[in-house]
């Protein structure tokens, strides 16, 4: 188990720029559902996938269907393809505990609360409502503010 930092009063003892926090990463008996009780058979590493074609012919190769992908809302295999080999997202198959194959589309997301030190101690932090795309589209977030971390990135 990693350190615990106690955050209201790391905040007040200056501690949050000197001290970085750890939690426990969860060990993959205590995967959340619903991967609860599967195990990892194999991640695809930009050797793998050296192309977005690629990428798909590993997605279709594992049952993975990539005919609706890009339409809408939705990314389609090149913009998948752009995530993994900027190191933002990864792909991984899954055995799931029926003995099922699950393909596993891996993002590590820093999420962050945004505040000063008065607005911390009555609760009040910056609030991401809303997201604007380079196309000018518009899309709802009304969460906290999130990056996507690199595999590279991690601790």
């Keep these: 188990a990693g350190a615990q930092l106690n955050l209201p009063q790391a905040w007040d003892e200056g501690k949050l720029t000197k001290k970085r926090a750890?939690?426990?990463?969860p060990s993959p008996r205590s995967l959340?559902?619903?991967?609860t009780g599967a195990s990892r058979e194999e991640s695809a590493t930009l050797s793998d996938v050296?192309?977005?074609e690629h990428l798909n012919r590993w997605l279709l190769a594992?049952?993975?269907?990539?005919?609706?992908?890009g339409h809408g809302d939705t990314k389609d295999v090149a913009a998948f393809w752009k995530e993994i080999k900027l190191d933002e997202a990864g792909v991984e198959l899954w055995r799931m505990p029926s003995g099922d194959a699950q393909v596993v589309r891996v993002v590590h997301?820093?999420?962050?609360?945004?505040?000063t030190r008065e607005s911390f101690?009555?609760?009040?932090?910056?609030?991401?409502?809303?997201?604007?795309?380079?196309?000018?589209?518009?899309?709802?977030?009304n969460g906290?503010?999130?990056e996507k971390v690199g595999a590279s990135e991690m601790p």
């Design 50 to 52: 050296p192309s977005a």
């Design 121 to 141: 101690h009555r609760g009040i932090f910056l609030f991401n409502t809303w997201q604007q795309f380079s196309d000018g589209r518009k899309r709802t977030r």
């Design 144 to 146: 906290l503010l999130s």
């Design 62 to 69: 594992r049952g993975v269907s990539t005919e609706s992908w």
């Design 22 to 25: 750890s939690w426990p990463c």
């Design 109 to 115: 997301v820093l999420r962050a609360k945004v505040c």
């Design 32 to 35: 959340p559902a619903p991967l």
